[in-house]
Protein backbone atom coordinates (compact mmCIF):
# COMPACT_ATOMS: atom_id res chain seq x y z
CA UNK A 1 0.00 0.00 0.00
CA UNK A 2 2.64 2.37 1.04
CA UNK A 3 4.46 1.54 -2.25
CA UNK A 4 1.63 2.37 -4.04
CA UNK A 5 1.03 6.05 -2.16
CA UNK A 6 4.89 6.29 -3.44
CA UNK A 7 4.37 5.83 -6.95
CA UNK A 8 1.13 7.82 -6.88
CA UNK A 9 2.91 10.47 -5.42
CA UNK A 10 6.32 10.12 -7.58
CA UNK A 11 3.60 10.39 -11.09
CA UNK A 12 1.86 13.36 -9.32
CA UNK A 13 5.05 14.86 -8.94
CA UNK A 14 6.23 14.20 -12.25
CA UNK A 15 2.99 15.62 -14.16
CA UNK A 16 3.29 19.10 -11.85
CA UNK A 17 6.94 19.01 -13.09
CA UNK A 18 6.18 19.31 -16.54
CA UNK A 19 3.36 21.48 -16.49
CA UNK A 20 5.94 24.06 -14.95
CA UNK A 21 8.00 23.64 -17.99
CA UNK A 22 5.13 24.05 -19.86
CA UNK A 23 3.99 26.82 -18.57
CA UNK A 24 7.46 28.50 -18.08
CA UNK A 25 8.22 27.78 -21.68
CA UNK A 26 4.88 29.51 -22.93
CA UNK A 27 5.11 32.47 -20.69
CA UNK A 28 9.31 32.99 -21.47
CA UNK A 29 10.16 36.25 -23.52
CA UNK A 30 9.60 35.24 -27.69
CA UNK A 31 12.84 35.34 -29.17
CA UNK A 32 13.41 36.23 -32.86
CA UNK A 33 13.64 33.45 -35.12
CA UNK A 34 12.51 30.11 -36.33
CA UNK A 35 11.16 27.94 -33.35
CA UNK A 36 13.36 24.85 -32.56
CA UNK A 37 12.97 21.80 -35.12
CA UNK A 38 13.89 19.34 -32.96
CA UNK A 39 10.87 20.57 -31.01
CA UNK A 40 8.87 20.14 -33.85
CA UNK A 41 6.80 16.83 -34.80
CA UNK A 42 7.88 15.99 -38.07
CA UNK A 43 6.86 12.57 -38.35
CA UNK A 44 3.93 13.00 -40.52
CA UNK A 45 6.18 14.72 -43.02
CA UNK A 46 7.78 10.84 -43.24
CA UNK A 47 4.27 9.39 -44.19
CA UNK A 48 3.70 11.85 -46.82
CA UNK A 49 6.56 11.43 -48.82
CA UNK A 50 6.59 7.47 -48.77
CA UNK A 51 6.67 6.19 -52.03
CA UNK A 52 8.89 8.93 -53.40
CA UNK A 53 12.35 8.48 -54.43
CA UNK A 54 13.89 11.88 -54.78
CA UNK A 55 17.46 12.49 -56.48
CA UNK A 56 19.84 13.67 -53.80
CA UNK A 57 21.48 16.84 -53.74
CA UNK A 58 24.54 16.10 -55.42
CA UNK A 59 22.83 14.71 -58.58
CA UNK A 60 21.76 18.58 -59.15
CA UNK A 61 25.53 19.92 -59.99
CA UNK A 62 26.93 17.90 -63.03
CA UNK A 63 30.56 17.53 -63.55
CA UNK A 64 32.13 20.66 -65.96
CA UNK A 65 32.35 19.15 -69.05
CA UNK A 66 33.95 22.75 -70.49
CA UNK A 67 37.13 21.03 -71.88
CA UNK A 68 36.13 18.00 -73.01
CA UNK A 69 32.69 18.06 -74.31
CA UNK A 70 32.34 14.22 -75.22
CA UNK A 71 33.39 12.49 -71.97
CA UNK A 72 31.07 11.78 -69.55
CA UNK A 73 32.52 11.89 -66.08
CA UNK A 74 34.52 8.78 -66.23
CA UNK A 75 31.66 6.21 -65.95
CA UNK A 76 33.12 4.19 -69.06
CA UNK A 77 36.51 5.21 -69.14
CA UNK A 78 39.27 3.74 -69.49
CA UNK A 79 42.28 5.05 -67.68
CA UNK A 80 45.13 3.94 -69.76
CA UNK A 81 48.40 2.85 -68.51
CA UNK A 82 51.19 5.77 -68.65
CA UNK A 83 54.24 6.74 -66.77
CA UNK A 84 54.08 9.98 -63.86
CA UNK A 85 57.62 9.93 -62.77
CA UNK A 86 58.40 13.53 -63.91
CA UNK A 87 54.91 14.75 -62.21
CA UNK A 88 55.54 15.59 -58.56
CA UNK A 89 52.74 14.84 -55.82
CA UNK A 90 51.52 17.89 -53.51
CA UNK A 91 49.32 18.74 -51.34
CA UNK A 92 48.36 21.18 -48.28
CA UNK A 93 51.34 19.51 -46.52
CA UNK A 94 53.79 20.30 -48.73
CA UNK A 95 52.75 22.70 -51.47
CA UNK A 96 54.35 26.33 -50.15
CA UNK A 97 57.21 24.83 -49.03
CA UNK A 98 58.11 23.24 -52.77
CA UNK A 99 56.72 26.48 -53.71
CA UNK A 100 59.35 28.66 -52.33
CA UNK A 101 61.96 26.17 -54.06
CA UNK A 102 60.85 26.43 -57.58
CA UNK A 103 60.10 29.65 -59.62
CA UNK A 104 58.07 27.80 -62.75
CA UNK A 105 55.72 25.26 -61.64
CA UNK A 106 52.53 24.05 -63.53
CA UNK A 107 49.93 22.38 -60.98
CA UNK A 108 46.53 20.15 -61.99
CA UNK A 109 44.30 19.92 -59.72
CA UNK A 110 41.81 17.05 -60.10
CA UNK A 111 39.61 15.17 -58.48
CA UNK A 112 40.31 10.82 -58.78
CA UNK A 113 36.48 10.29 -60.27
CA UNK A 114 36.63 13.06 -62.65
CA UNK A 115 36.82 11.60 -66.13
CA UNK A 116 38.14 14.99 -67.77
CA UNK A 117 40.99 14.76 -65.31
CA UNK A 118 41.54 10.83 -65.95
CA UNK A 119 41.71 12.49 -69.70
CA UNK A 120 44.42 15.14 -69.23
CA UNK A 121 46.49 12.67 -67.17
CA UNK A 122 48.61 10.80 -69.87
CA UNK A 123 49.03 14.03 -72.01
CA UNK A 124 50.31 16.13 -68.50
CA UNK A 125 52.90 13.26 -67.70
CA UNK A 126 53.66 13.08 -71.05
CA UNK A 127 54.37 16.83 -70.80
CA UNK A 128 56.07 16.66 -67.73
CA UNK A 129 59.08 14.00 -69.49
CA UNK A 130 59.58 16.08 -72.48
CA UNK A 131 60.37 19.38 -70.14
CA UNK A 132 62.64 16.93 -67.84
CA UNK A 133 65.60 19.79 -67.68
CA UNK A 134 63.79 22.37 -68.02
CA UNK A 135 63.28 25.29 -65.46
CA UNK A 136 60.21 24.13 -64.81
CA UNK A 137 58.69 21.37 -62.86
CA UNK A 138 54.96 19.55 -63.45
CA UNK A 139 53.07 18.76 -60.13
CA UNK A 140 49.91 17.43 -59.70
CA UNK A 141 47.29 17.79 -56.59
CA UNK A 142 44.87 16.05 -55.63
CA UNK A 143 42.21 18.12 -54.03
CA UNK A 144 39.69 15.71 -52.41
CA UNK A 145 42.58 15.49 -50.13
CA UNK A 146 43.74 19.42 -50.35
CA UNK A 147 40.91 21.17 -49.10
CA UNK A 148 43.33 23.79 -47.82
CA UNK A 149 44.58 24.47 -51.49
CA UNK A 150 41.18 24.38 -52.96
CA UNK A 151 39.69 26.97 -51.17
CA UNK A 152 42.77 29.50 -51.51
CA UNK A 153 42.55 29.03 -55.46
CA UNK A 154 39.15 29.03 -55.60
CA UNK A 155 38.64 25.72 -57.65
CA UNK A 156 35.51 25.73 -59.65
CA UNK A 157 35.57 22.64 -61.80
CA UNK A 158 38.12 19.94 -62.48
CA UNK A 159 40.77 20.38 -63.85
CA UNK A 160 42.04 23.01 -63.08
CA UNK A 161 45.43 23.69 -64.40
CA UNK A 162 47.11 26.90 -62.48
CA UNK A 163 51.26 28.03 -63.35
CA UNK A 164 53.18 29.65 -61.38
CA UNK A 165 55.81 31.40 -62.51
CA UNK A 166 58.34 34.66 -60.77
CA UNK A 167 55.69 35.50 -57.54
CA UNK A 168 52.59 35.22 -59.93
CA UNK A 169 49.67 32.73 -61.08
CA UNK A 170 47.25 32.38 -63.61
CA UNK A 171 45.18 29.61 -65.22
CA UNK A 172 46.15 27.57 -67.80
CA UNK A 173 44.13 28.88 -71.17
CA UNK A 174 45.60 26.36 -73.83
CA UNK A 175 44.74 23.31 -75.25
CA UNK A 176 45.10 20.26 -72.77
CA UNK A 177 47.27 17.92 -74.44
CA UNK A 178 51.15 17.72 -74.80
CA UNK A 179 52.55 19.80 -77.37
CA UNK A 180 50.30 22.87 -76.88
CA UNK A 181 51.39 22.52 -72.73
CA UNK A 182 54.84 22.05 -73.84
CA UNK A 183 54.67 24.88 -76.19
CA UNK A 184 52.83 27.47 -73.78
CA UNK A 185 55.55 26.48 -70.97
CA UNK A 186 58.38 27.18 -72.78
CA UNK A 187 57.25 30.95 -73.92
CA UNK A 188 56.58 31.23 -70.43
CA UNK A 189 59.93 30.21 -68.72
CA UNK A 190 61.92 31.37 -72.20
CA UNK A 191 63.24 34.85 -72.48
CA UNK A 192 59.84 36.48 -73.50
CA UNK A 193 60.92 39.26 -75.57
CA UNK A 194 62.89 38.93 -78.89
CA UNK A 195 65.07 41.54 -80.36
CA UNK A 196 65.44 43.13 -83.49
CA UNK A 197 68.80 44.61 -84.79
CA UNK A 198 68.26 45.34 -88.75
CA UNK A 199 65.71 46.84 -90.59
CA UNK A 200 65.28 43.76 -92.55
CA UNK A 201 64.63 42.06 -89.34
CA UNK A 202 61.74 44.49 -88.65
CA UNK A 203 60.07 44.36 -92.02
CA UNK A 204 59.93 40.49 -92.06
CA UNK A 205 58.07 40.81 -88.39
CA UNK A 206 56.00 43.98 -89.03
CA UNK A 207 54.27 42.03 -92.37
CA UNK A 208 53.77 38.68 -90.74
CA UNK A 209 52.32 39.90 -87.60
CA UNK A 210 48.52 40.79 -87.13
CA UNK A 211 49.83 42.90 -83.49
CA UNK A 212 52.83 43.10 -81.46
CA UNK A 213 54.36 45.20 -78.95
CA UNK A 214 57.71 47.14 -79.59
CA UNK A 215 59.85 48.25 -76.70
CA UNK A 216 62.53 51.27 -77.80
CA UNK A 217 65.37 50.95 -75.36
CA UNK A 218 68.60 52.14 -74.37
CA UNK A 219 70.33 48.36 -73.97
CA UNK A 220 68.90 45.15 -74.98
CA UNK A 221 70.01 43.99 -71.42
CA UNK A 222 69.25 45.32 -68.02
CA UNK A 223 66.39 46.64 -65.53
CA UNK A 224 63.76 47.51 -68.51
CA UNK A 225 64.40 44.66 -70.65
CA UNK A 226 63.90 42.44 -67.72
CA UNK A 227 60.04 44.31 -66.73
CA UNK A 228 59.63 43.92 -70.45
CA UNK A 229 60.61 40.47 -70.58
CA UNK A 230 58.19 39.90 -67.52
CA UNK A 231 55.68 41.52 -69.15
CA UNK A 232 55.64 39.37 -71.94
CA UNK A 233 55.40 35.56 -70.01
CA UNK A 234 52.07 36.86 -68.72
CA UNK A 235 50.51 37.48 -71.96
CA UNK A 236 49.31 34.83 -74.17
CA UNK A 237 48.17 35.77 -76.91
CA UNK A 238 50.92 38.61 -78.26
CA UNK A 239 54.61 38.57 -79.15
CA UNK A 240 57.07 41.73 -77.78
CA UNK A 241 59.98 42.80 -79.04
CA UNK A 242 62.75 44.95 -78.09
CA UNK A 243 64.86 47.37 -79.93
CA UNK A 244 67.85 50.23 -79.63
CA UNK A 245 68.17 50.71 -83.27
CA UNK A 246 66.23 54.35 -84.21
CA UNK A 247 65.59 53.24 -87.68
CA UNK A 248 63.53 50.07 -86.46
CA UNK A 249 61.50 52.41 -84.26
CA UNK A 250 61.13 54.64 -86.65
CA UNK A 251 59.48 51.80 -88.87
CA UNK A 252 57.35 50.82 -85.71
CA UNK A 253 55.89 54.52 -85.23
CA UNK A 254 57.97 55.43 -82.99
CA UNK A 255 60.40 58.62 -83.29
CA UNK A 256 63.61 58.28 -83.05
CA UNK A 257 64.37 61.61 -81.11
CA UNK A 258 62.15 59.92 -78.38
CA UNK A 259 63.14 59.40 -75.01
CA UNK A 260 63.45 55.88 -73.84
CA UNK A 261 62.25 53.65 -73.17
CA UNK A 262 59.30 53.98 -74.98
CA UNK A 263 56.49 51.63 -76.26
CA UNK A 264 54.01 50.95 -78.77
CA UNK A 265 51.16 48.54 -79.56
CA UNK A 266 50.46 48.01 -82.79
CA UNK A 267 47.32 46.43 -84.64
CA UNK A 268 46.36 46.11 -88.10
CA UNK A 269 42.90 47.22 -87.96
CA UNK A 270 41.41 50.99 -87.63
CA UNK A 271 42.74 52.04 -84.53
CA UNK A 272 46.41 50.55 -85.37
CA UNK A 273 48.89 52.01 -83.02
CA UNK A 274 48.83 52.83 -78.93
CA UNK A 275 51.61 54.42 -76.87
CA UNK A 276 52.11 54.12 -73.65
CA UNK A 277 54.18 56.99 -71.54
CA UNK A 278 53.61 54.93 -67.99
CA UNK A 279 55.88 53.93 -65.77
CA UNK A 280 58.18 51.27 -67.06
CA UNK A 281 56.78 47.81 -65.06
CA UNK A 282 55.79 44.79 -65.75
CA UNK A 283 52.37 45.27 -64.27
CA UNK A 284 51.61 48.58 -65.85
CA UNK A 285 52.98 47.23 -69.23
CA UNK A 286 51.10 44.37 -68.55
CA UNK A 287 47.72 46.69 -67.93
CA UNK A 288 48.29 48.63 -71.12
CA UNK A 289 48.53 46.26 -73.40
CA UNK A 290 45.66 44.12 -71.98
CA UNK A 291 43.62 47.66 -72.40
CA UNK A 292 44.45 47.69 -75.63
CA UNK A 293 45.60 45.04 -77.36
CA UNK A 294 41.78 44.53 -78.82
CA UNK A 295 40.73 46.13 -81.74
CA UNK A 296 37.73 48.76 -81.48
CA UNK A 297 35.03 46.28 -82.32
CA UNK A 298 36.20 42.33 -81.29
CA UNK A 299 34.41 39.38 -83.58
CA UNK A 300 33.24 36.47 -80.85
CA UNK A 301 34.94 33.33 -81.49
CA UNK A 302 36.92 30.72 -79.45
CA UNK A 303 39.99 32.39 -79.98
CA UNK A 304 39.46 35.65 -78.89
CA UNK A 305 36.87 35.25 -76.06
CA UNK A 306 39.46 34.56 -72.93
CA UNK A 307 40.81 38.18 -74.29
CA UNK A 308 37.21 40.20 -73.92
CA UNK A 309 36.74 37.98 -70.95
CA UNK A 310 40.06 38.94 -69.11
CA UNK A 311 39.79 42.50 -69.88
CA UNK A 312 39.55 45.32 -66.99
CA UNK A 313 37.02 47.18 -69.08
CA UNK A 314 34.01 45.39 -67.50
CA UNK A 315 30.72 47.30 -69.55
CA UNK A 316 30.34 46.02 -72.87
CA UNK A 317 28.48 46.73 -76.20
CA UNK A 318 27.30 44.11 -78.21
CA UNK A 319 26.25 43.78 -81.78
CA UNK A 320 24.29 40.68 -82.98
CA UNK A 321 23.77 40.53 -86.45
CA UNK A 322 24.21 38.27 -89.11
CA UNK A 323 27.07 38.08 -91.22
CA UNK A 324 25.85 40.09 -94.61
CA UNK A 325 24.78 43.02 -92.28
CA UNK A 326 27.26 43.31 -90.62
CA UNK A 327 29.31 44.54 -93.18
CA UNK A 328 27.02 47.24 -93.43
CA UNK A 329 26.81 48.32 -89.91
CA UNK A 330 30.14 47.25 -88.71
CA UNK A 331 31.70 51.26 -89.82
CA UNK A 332 28.60 52.90 -87.32
CA UNK A 333 29.97 50.43 -84.79
CA UNK A 334 33.51 51.14 -85.16
CA UNK A 335 33.04 55.05 -85.04
CA UNK A 336 30.76 54.92 -81.71
CA UNK A 337 33.73 52.52 -80.19
CA UNK A 338 36.09 55.48 -81.05
CA UNK A 339 34.57 57.60 -78.81
CA UNK A 340 33.96 55.51 -75.97
CA UNK A 341 37.76 53.59 -76.29
CA UNK A 342 38.66 52.81 -72.46
CA UNK A 343 34.94 52.95 -71.26
CA UNK A 344 33.13 50.56 -73.25
CA UNK A 345 34.17 47.76 -74.81
CA UNK A 346 32.44 46.59 -77.99
CA UNK A 347 32.27 43.53 -79.89
CA UNK A 348 29.70 41.00 -81.50
CA UNK A 349 28.43 38.30 -79.57
CA UNK A 350 28.71 37.83 -75.79
CA UNK A 351 25.67 36.33 -73.43
CA UNK A 352 26.52 38.57 -70.26
CA UNK A 353 24.15 38.47 -67.17
CA UNK A 354 22.99 41.91 -67.60
CA UNK A 355 22.05 43.21 -71.37
CA UNK A 356 20.11 46.43 -72.82
CA UNK A 357 18.75 46.31 -75.93
CA UNK A 358 19.20 49.11 -78.42
CA UNK A 359 15.38 50.11 -79.65
CA UNK A 360 15.91 51.53 -82.98
CA UNK A 361 17.97 51.57 -86.21
CA UNK A 362 21.88 50.75 -85.68
CA UNK A 363 23.59 53.97 -86.68
CA UNK A 364 26.38 56.31 -85.19
CA UNK A 365 24.18 58.77 -83.31
CA UNK A 366 22.01 55.78 -82.27
CA UNK A 367 24.67 54.28 -80.99
CA UNK A 368 26.56 57.04 -79.44
CA UNK A 369 23.05 58.05 -77.32
CA UNK A 370 22.53 54.06 -76.33
CA UNK A 371 26.29 53.95 -75.00
CA UNK A 372 25.85 57.20 -72.82
CA UNK A 373 22.65 56.39 -71.90
CA UNK A 374 23.96 53.17 -70.28
CA UNK A 375 26.99 54.31 -68.60
CA UNK A 376 24.10 57.32 -67.37
CA UNK A 377 22.43 54.06 -66.19
CA UNK A 378 19.56 55.19 -67.51
CA UNK A 379 18.52 51.81 -69.45
CA UNK A 380 16.44 48.89 -68.20
CA UNK A 381 18.01 45.88 -68.35
CA UNK A 382 16.84 43.11 -70.98
CA UNK A 383 16.14 39.56 -69.74
CA UNK A 384 15.09 36.19 -71.70
CA UNK A 385 11.86 35.75 -70.91
CA UNK A 386 8.71 33.66 -71.67
CA UNK A 387 5.70 35.56 -71.42
CA UNK A 388 4.09 36.47 -67.37
CA UNK A 389 1.38 34.04 -66.88
CA UNK A 390 -2.24 35.63 -66.82
CA UNK A 391 -2.76 33.93 -63.89
CA UNK A 392 -0.61 32.58 -61.26
CA UNK A 393 -2.41 31.21 -58.06
CA UNK A 394 -1.21 27.77 -58.12
CA UNK A 395 0.94 26.34 -54.89
CA UNK A 396 3.86 26.84 -56.79
CA UNK A 397 4.56 30.15 -58.37
CA UNK A 398 5.54 30.14 -62.19
CA UNK A 399 8.39 33.16 -62.53
CA UNK A 400 10.02 33.93 -65.72
CA UNK A 401 12.48 36.42 -66.40
CA UNK A 402 10.37 39.44 -66.71
CA UNK A 403 8.53 38.93 -63.25
CA UNK A 404 11.34 37.37 -61.42
CA UNK A 405 11.89 40.62 -59.44
CA UNK A 406 8.21 41.20 -58.50
CA UNK A 407 8.13 37.32 -57.24
CA UNK A 408 11.83 36.51 -55.94
CA UNK A 409 13.47 39.87 -55.00
CA UNK A 410 10.16 40.81 -52.80
CA UNK A 411 12.07 41.95 -50.08
CA UNK A 412 8.74 40.83 -47.83
CA UNK A 413 9.09 37.01 -48.68
CA UNK A 414 10.86 33.60 -48.27
CA UNK A 415 11.78 32.59 -51.72
CA UNK A 416 12.55 28.70 -52.62
CA UNK A 417 13.68 28.87 -56.50
CA UNK A 418 13.60 25.39 -58.50
CA UNK A 419 15.60 26.18 -61.74
CA UNK A 420 14.74 23.48 -63.90
CA UNK A 421 14.66 22.27 -67.24
CA UNK A 422 11.68 20.33 -69.13
CA UNK A 423 14.16 17.42 -70.61
CA UNK A 424 15.86 17.03 -66.77
CA UNK A 425 15.38 13.51 -65.46
CA UNK A 426 16.29 14.89 -62.13
CA UNK A 427 13.89 17.71 -62.24
CA UNK A 428 10.81 15.20 -62.60
CA UNK A 429 11.92 13.38 -59.68
CA UNK A 430 12.00 16.06 -57.44
CA UNK A 431 8.47 17.45 -58.36
CA UNK A 432 6.65 15.08 -56.50
CA UNK A 433 7.88 16.62 -52.80
CA UNK A 434 8.69 20.08 -54.23
CA UNK A 435 4.64 20.29 -55.30
CA UNK A 436 3.89 18.83 -51.25
CA UNK A 437 6.19 21.28 -49.92
CA UNK A 438 4.30 23.89 -51.56
CA UNK A 439 1.09 22.45 -50.81
CA UNK A 440 2.12 22.09 -46.96
CA UNK A 441 3.03 25.59 -46.93
CA UNK A 442 0.41 27.13 -48.79
CA UNK A 443 -1.11 28.68 -45.62
CA UNK A 444 2.43 31.00 -44.49
CA UNK A 445 1.99 34.43 -45.98
CA UNK A 446 5.56 35.11 -45.73
CA UNK A 447 6.91 31.92 -47.70
CA UNK A 448 6.90 31.49 -51.68
CA UNK A 449 7.76 28.47 -53.64
CA UNK A 450 8.34 28.98 -56.78
CA UNK A 451 9.75 27.43 -59.95
CA UNK A 452 11.33 28.81 -62.93
CA UNK A 453 12.28 27.34 -66.99
CA UNK A 454 15.80 27.77 -66.77
CA UNK A 455 16.45 27.19 -70.46
CA UNK A 456 14.40 30.04 -71.70
CA UNK A 457 14.53 32.36 -68.87
CA UNK A 458 17.07 34.38 -66.84
CA UNK A 459 18.07 36.91 -64.27
CA UNK A 460 21.59 37.65 -62.57
CA UNK A 461 20.48 36.42 -59.74
CA UNK A 462 19.66 33.26 -61.00
CA UNK A 463 22.67 31.55 -62.29
CA UNK A 464 22.24 27.66 -62.71
CA UNK A 465 25.06 25.26 -63.46
CA UNK A 466 22.90 22.27 -63.82
CA UNK A 467 19.72 21.15 -63.19
CA UNK A 468 17.80 20.85 -61.17
CA UNK A 469 19.22 24.07 -58.85
CA UNK A 470 17.25 25.30 -55.74
CA UNK A 471 17.81 28.84 -54.31
CA UNK A 472 16.33 30.24 -51.24
CA UNK A 473 16.04 34.22 -50.68
CA UNK A 474 15.50 34.96 -47.39
CA UNK A 475 13.78 37.99 -46.61
CA UNK A 476 15.18 41.47 -46.16
CA UNK A 477 18.25 39.78 -47.13
CA UNK A 478 17.63 39.93 -51.50
CA UNK A 479 20.66 42.34 -52.33
CA UNK A 480 23.42 39.57 -51.26
CA UNK A 481 23.41 36.12 -53.10
CA UNK A 482 21.23 33.36 -52.83
CA UNK A 483 21.56 30.86 -50.42
CA UNK A 484 22.36 26.94 -52.75
CA UNK A 485 20.21 24.60 -50.92
CA UNK A 486 22.39 21.53 -50.30
CA UNK A 487 19.98 19.53 -48.86
CA UNK A 488 18.61 16.06 -50.49
CA UNK A 489 15.45 16.71 -52.16
CA UNK A 490 13.09 15.20 -49.73
CA UNK A 491 10.00 16.39 -48.58
CA UNK A 492 11.42 16.69 -44.95
CA UNK A 493 14.96 17.67 -45.44
CA UNK A 494 13.03 20.74 -48.14
CA UNK A 495 10.82 21.82 -44.86
CA UNK A 496 13.45 21.63 -42.06
CA UNK A 497 16.13 23.78 -44.23
CA UNK A 498 13.77 26.73 -45.57
CA UNK A 499 12.28 26.46 -41.64
CA UNK A 500 16.07 27.07 -40.60
CA UNK A 501 17.15 29.55 -42.85
CA UNK A 502 13.84 31.76 -43.19
CA UNK A 503 14.21 35.57 -41.84
CA UNK A 504 10.12 35.55 -40.61
CA UNK A 505 9.38 32.62 -38.66
CA UNK A 506 6.44 30.69 -39.70
CA UNK A 507 4.35 27.62 -38.12
CA UNK A 508 2.25 25.12 -40.37
CA UNK A 509 -0.37 23.18 -38.68
CA UNK A 510 -0.35 18.97 -38.73
CA UNK A 511 -2.58 18.07 -40.92
CA UNK A 512 -5.74 16.52 -38.92
CA UNK A 513 -5.81 12.52 -39.03
CA UNK A 514 -8.05 10.82 -41.22
CA UNK A 515 -10.52 8.55 -38.94
CA UNK A 516 -11.13 4.94 -40.32
CA UNK A 517 -14.66 5.29 -41.13
CA UNK A 518 -14.24 8.57 -43.21
CA UNK A 519 -10.82 6.89 -44.98
CA UNK A 520 -13.74 4.06 -45.51
CA UNK A 521 -16.10 6.48 -46.75
CA UNK A 522 -13.93 7.60 -48.92
CA UNK A 523 -12.56 4.75 -50.18
CA UNK A 524 -15.74 3.22 -51.39
CA UNK A 525 -17.11 6.60 -52.85
CA UNK A 526 -14.05 6.27 -54.81
CA UNK A 527 -14.44 2.96 -56.12
CA UNK A 528 -17.58 3.76 -57.01
CA UNK A 529 -17.23 6.60 -59.03
CA UNK A 530 -13.98 4.99 -61.14
CA UNK A 531 -11.95 7.84 -59.68
CA UNK A 532 -8.28 6.99 -57.83
CA UNK A 533 -7.66 8.69 -55.48
CA UNK A 534 -4.93 11.38 -55.30
CA UNK A 535 -2.73 11.99 -52.14
Not at 143 to 157: E, H, I, M, R
Not at 232 to 256: C, G, M, R, W
Not at 425 to 446: Q, Y
Not at 479 to 507: Q, R
Request: hydrophobic share 40%.
Amino acid sequence: MASRAFLLALTISSLLLVHAVLASASTAPKVRGNPDLDEEDLSFLDEEEEGDKPPHAGDFFPEDDGAFGGLDGGAHYATPVFDETDVVVLGDGNFSEFMGKQRHVMVEFYVPWCGHCKALAPEFAAAATALRGEDVVLAKVDATKANVLAQKYDLQGYPTVIFFGDGVHKDYPGQRNRDAIVAWIKKKIGLGVQNITTVEEAEKIFTSESRLVLGFLDSLVGAESLELSAASKLEDNINFYQTVNPDVAKLFHIDADTKRPSLVLLKKEADKISYYDGQFSKAAIVDFVIANKLPLVTVLSKETGQDLFDNPIKRQLLLFAMSNDSKIIMPAFQEAAKLFKGKVLAYTGHEDAKKFMLDGEVTLDNIKKFAEDFLAGKLKPFYKSDPIPDTNDGDVKIVVGNNFEEIVLDESKDVLLEIYAPWCEHCRELEPAFNKLAKLVRGVESLVIAKMEGTRNEHPHAKADGFPTLLFYPAGNKSSDPMLVDTDGTLKALYKFIKKHANTPFKIERPAPVSEESASSVSEKSAGTGVKEEL
